[in-house]
């Protein structure tokens, strides 16, 4: 695949939002000039409330509510303020729990009406043909900060249209989140996942079982895909082919949900089958599980919750490794996409825009938990992450510092080595990869039986999409 | 006894959980029914090991009391406008439509039937058209379309319980039907007009997909879409908060249906034998 930027940098490339500030400055002259409606030509409601500012009118924002809810008081009562002020714009931002956010977006799109700006948990490539392409202001932030990353770009960008349906702003590293002292007293590690598997029972037997989740939500979708990469049980090829029925592609899956099957058999407990994306994060904080794949909301609640002897022993590590690799999926990629019906798309992508170019105390403030879609939107890059994250007063010191090693090194799109197409997004939505690991945990199908089954559904999907054009 | 213990457990479990502290709650070991100290173990001074934190944090950084205005004001409308439309619409029913009446009546209570999964989307739109989205008008308007069918049906069948001779007489006096209906069914009514004020305004404190689809803005939210919303970030579960939160709407209810229980059950029952 070529550089998504590359192509933007093309001359046959869209018009540059300069390009399309200096055209439309210069048509509403000319409209102003000799139609004599200066004020409706720029799209003024009223008078500037701020002079010399460009935009107008209201913008409405959709985005999860975090789990830093402090974040979200600064955003809503500091950050957006300041930047609606700055810009001549009443901004309005709605916070809805994250599992809703899906419904809330097919419910917008079905009322062709809605936010302005829409945050998605993952890459929402469903709703490709319901947004407006952002190529112009991905090309404006990238000549600012430098490339974007890859895990933001391979979410965003549909080779097959050459645009990016959304903006990356920000993805959350996965990291393991484990018992420092459960892991010692049963002499096991976390290195790769033959050393979990062997881990698995003993841990189970001193009473604090593994929690690895085969469910319908987003933890499982995001660790098991990951499994899967690591050893190589891909399922689309780097042209966004469905290839896990095929070759090594279905031996690693096999392999992987062979794996997967030990580690519930001998070290986990039936709950992981019904659990919320939630349900880890609270058997972890009650002290029973010894290991969870999670972003770092689980190591933030045990610091949140007074309980120094569970966090000072909750430790974090990168995903182990697989035989083909270590490679983990983002656990959130928050991608903002601007609806075709928004109202206000000039102000939603100077917002988007200017929110990047000023990430820092986003990143500080979500507790580093919001990773910037651009690594250069932290000055110095990674380094300067990881130098940030050391101040970091919590025990064990510099926890979280490895998240910048398994954000540079380990993290990926999901649809890796592809991109995050729309049959990804479909796959991912509808729980099919959770649901293939269960069926060959519970012994309803074998590891072949259900890779068989699975790239059968893949390659359906993979057909209406195509012929959707969109793959 | 036994039964009432039963029933108002769950809502100990709230009244507990919503003041413990972050240790006692996390801890698997503690005892769920008391407040604990560090180690686990009970004091009768259990105020000590007790928190109003997490009260605190729902009523000072949520919008949590303008959830329950909001609830009250919608309910309050909404169980004003079901009236006024299902009362003339259940003794129309009862009294006048003839043999058909009863089959009108099904038809109307099938339309409560109709689950709102299928219906927001399209009602999304409508709600968009006529400029309500974001506003508790939107709820206003929808909510009867769900309380409207079943307090007529429910209306229909209590009307159908009140002796013909009762409104014979008063118009052999020489009452006009509105004042046969206003002076001397409506009083003999109550118990199932109250069932169907406690009735419509419980469904308006209980629905969610509405209330979370019309309405996007914390401020506008009422109790059952803000709870979810804003008391479960990302992936963590703000529990004694949410315990409270849901606690403090359900005891006014829980009183209202206690205080009137009797005409409750008559009002539910009393068509059902005609």
Not at chain 1, 367 to 372: C, I
Not at chain 1, 374 to 389: E, H, M, N, Q
Not at chain 2, 177 to 204: D, Y
């Amino acid at each position: 695949m070529s550089d998504a930027v590359d192509e933007l940098d093309s001359p046959s490339s869209a018009l540059t939002r300069g390009d399309l500030l200096k055209r439309g400055t210069a048509a509403a002259f000319a409209v102003g000039m000799f139609g004599g409606l200066a004020e409706k030509s720029f799209g003024f409601a009223g008078p500037l409330q701020f002079a010399k500012k460009q935009l107008a009118g209201e913008l409405r924002i959709m985005q999860w509510a975090h789990f830093v809810p402090a974040y979200d008081q600064w955003l809503d009562n500091v950050y957006v303020k300041r930047w609606g002020e700055a810009n001549d714009v009443e901004v309005k931002i709605d916070h809805i729990n994250n599992a809703l956010l899906y419904s809330t977006g097919a419910a917008q799109v079905a009322a062709q009406s809605g936010h302005d700006l829409f945050w998605f948990i993952s890459p929402p490539s469903t709703f490709q043909k319901q947004v407006i392409p952002l190529n112009d202001i991905v090309q404006e932030v990238t000549k600012k900060l430098g490339p974007m990353a890859k895990v933001a770009r391979k979410s965003t960008y549909n080779p097959r249209t050459k645009q990016f349906y959304g903006f990356p702003d920000d993805y959350a590293p996965d990291p393991v989140q484990y018992r420092r002292s459960f892991l010692q007293e049963v002499g096991g590690s976390l290195r790769t996942w033959d050393d979990l598997r062997r881990a698995a029972p003993k841990l189970k037997a001193i009473g604090h079982p593994v929690g690895l989740g085969m469910s319908n939500e987003i933890d499982s979708n995001m660790l098991l895909t990951s499994l899967l990469y690591c050893y190589g049980g891909f399922i689309q090829n780097e042209e966004n082919r469905i290839v896990i029925g095929q070759g090594s592609n279905r031996r690693g899956a096999i392999e992987a949900l062979q794996v997967m099957r030990d580690i519930y058999r001998n070290g986990m407990s039936d709950e992981v089958f019904a659990w919320t994306a939630a349900s880890n994060n609270q058997a972890f904080l009650a002290g029973r599980l010894s290991v969870a794949l999670n972003a770092i909301s689980i190591a933030r609640s045990a610091e949140d919750s007074g309980n120094t002897a569970l966090s000072d022993d909750t430790w974090l590590a990168s995903i182990p490794r697989g035989p083909v690799m270590r490679m983990g999926n983002e656990h959130v990629m928050g991608v903002f996409v601007i609806w075709k019906f928004a109202k206000n798309k000039e102000a939603a992508k100077k917002y988007l825009v200017d929110q990047m170019l000023n990430y820092r105390e986003h990143f500080v403030r979500s507790k580093y938990y919001n990773f910037p879609g651009w690594t250069g939107a932290i000055k110095g890059g990674f380094p300067a992450i990881r130098k940030l994250s050391a101040q970091d007063p919590h025990k064990p010191r510099g926890k979280y510092t490895v998240l910048t090693t398994i954000a540079e090194k380990y993290t990926t799109n999901p649809g890796f080595p592809g991109n995050t197409t729309p049959v990804i997004d479909e796959i991912f939505n509808t729980y099919l990869i959770p649901q293939m690991f269960a069926e060959v945990a519970q012994g309803k199908a074998t590891p072949a039986e259900a890779v068989s089954g699975f790239a059968r559904k893949a390659n359906a999907l993979y057909r209406k999409w195509r012929n959707q054009g969109l793959v | 006894m036994p039964f009432a213990i039963f029933l108002a457990f769950p809502f100990y479990f709230a009244l507990v959980t919503m003041f413990k502290t972050n240790l006692d709650l996390a801890n698997v070991e503690h005892s769920p029914y008391l407040y604990n100290d560090l180690e686990g173990g009970f004091h009768w001074d259990f105020w000590n090991y007790a928190t109003t934190e997490h009260v605190r944090f729902l009523f000072e950084d949520t919008n949590y009391p303008r959830w329950l205005l909001n609830t009250l004001l919608v309910g309050a409308a909404v169980v004003a406008i079901t009236l006024l439309l299902a009362m003339p619409a259940g003794y129309a029913l009862a009294r006048l439509a003839g043999g058909w009446g009863q089959s009108a009546g099904v038809a109307i209570f099938l339309v409560y039937l109709i689950p709102p999964t299928l219906l927001f989307l399209p009602l999304s739109r409508l709600i968009t058209q006529l400029d309500l989205k974001d506003s508790l008008w939107a709820l206003i308007l929808i909510y009867p379309s769900f309380t409207i069918p079943f307090a007529t049906w429910l209306l229909m069948g209590f009307f159908k319980t009140i002796p013909q001779e009762l409104e014979d007489a008063a118009l052999i006096d020489g009452a006009s039907r509105l004042k046969a209906f206003g002076l001397i069914i409506l009083p003999i009514s109550l118990p199932g007009i109250l069932t169907v004020v406690i009735f419509a305004f419980s469904l308006c404190v209980n629905e969610f997909i509405y209330a979370f689809t019309f309405i996007s803005s914390s401020e506008q939210r009422t109790v059952s879409a803000g709870i979810p919303n804003d008391l479960i970030r990302g992936d963590v579960f703000f529990w004694q908060s949410l315990m409270a939160a849901t606690l403090i709407p359900a005891i006014p209810l829980a009183l209202l249906y206690n205080a009137f229980l009797d005409r409750f059950i008559k009002g539910f029952t009393g068509g059902a034998f005609r």
